[in-house]
């Protein structure tokens, strides 16, 4: 259902009445939240949106600034401009889960920590559930793509990079595999801002290293030996924390690592 329809059905005239701000933002909120209304779609000016809440400019302008603010709209300014549906994402998340730990001082080997906690879940996960087996081939593709860019270490990246990510997919659980998602967001992008030297590049042995480790985490998973998965996999995120780390240990995560 787009824009209009939501708006034809009544799904934005009862915050009409009281006309509070929150109101408007928890009705479009529900609608971005709930897939009413998709990523990108366009909600029109607001001289638009006025008419169709039949709100005062005000309470539409705080209520999109609310929105804004969480990110689940940009306000695009000037002669094309208007208000643009953002579905949430990791990245999101990962900003907001930023700022939470900046607030709290937290280091970069916290963050680290804390996923190397939950990876070896997913991979015990993996190991122990009833598609094991397809699991395993199915990584395996995956591990023959990086292979296959081990001279290119952005493509290299981006394959390790979906590998870690189907592996906690095939976990099962949403949950868990959103709570990785947004710590490697976050390491990702903090490593990225602190790291200037070049041997933070990964070397052609530290990458043939990681398809190693990631072919005997297969192996586990195949076999469905599922205390092993999850031993390996926690060695194994131990050394990729370290190794990330560098000399970096006291790193404190920051919002600014986080913003577009």
């Known amino acids: 259902m787009d824009w209009s329809e939501c708006v034809a059905a009544g799904k934005s005239r009862h915050v009409v009445p009281r006309e509070k701000p ?12 709930s ?13 638009d949106l006025v008419e169709r809440f039949g709100v005062s400019r005000p309470s539409l302008r705080e209520a999109l600034r609310i929105l804004e603010t969480e990110g689940l709209i940009r306000v695009m300014r000037g002669l094309h401009g208007g208000v643009v549906v953002q579905s949430p994402n990791r990245r999101m998340t990962a900003r907001t889960t930023a700022l939470v730990l900046q607030s709290r001082n ?12 939950l990876e070896p879940l997913a991979a015990k996960a993996v190991a122990s559930s009833r598609k094991h087996k397809s699991a395993a081939a199915e ?5 023959d793509k990086e292979r296959a860019a081990l001279g290119d270490p952005e493509a290299f990246g981006r394959g390790k990079a979906q590998f870690y990510e189907r592996l906690t997919a095939l976990a099962g ?4 595999s959103l709570l990785i998602e947004m710590l490697d967001e976050i390491v990702v ?6 790291s200037h030297r070049e041997n ?23 076999n469905g030996e599922v205390a092993e998965a999850e031993e390996f996999w926690r060695s194994h995120m131990s050394i990729v924390g370290r190794v990330m780390l560098g000399q970096e240990p006291e790193t404190v995560i920051a919002h600014s690592h986080h913003q577009d």
Request: charged share 30%; glycine share 6%; proline share 1%.
């Open 200 to 222: 933070n590049v990964e070397s052609m042995a530290t990458r043939r290293r990681d398809i190693r480790s990631q072919g005997r985490l297969v192996e586990f998973i195949e």
């Open 189 to 194: 992008r903090a490593i990225t801002a602190v």
């Open 173 to 176: 659980n949403q949950t868990l």
């Open 22 to 33: 929150q109101q408007i933002a928890d009705e479009l909120r529900t609608l971005i939240v």
């Open 106 to 117: 937290v280091s970069l080997a916290d963050v680290l920590s804390a996923r190397s906690m």
């Open 139 to 143: 990584l395996r593709v995956l591990i």
């Open 35 to 47: 897939g009413e209304l998709s990523d990108g779609e366009a909600l029109g000016r607001e001289p």
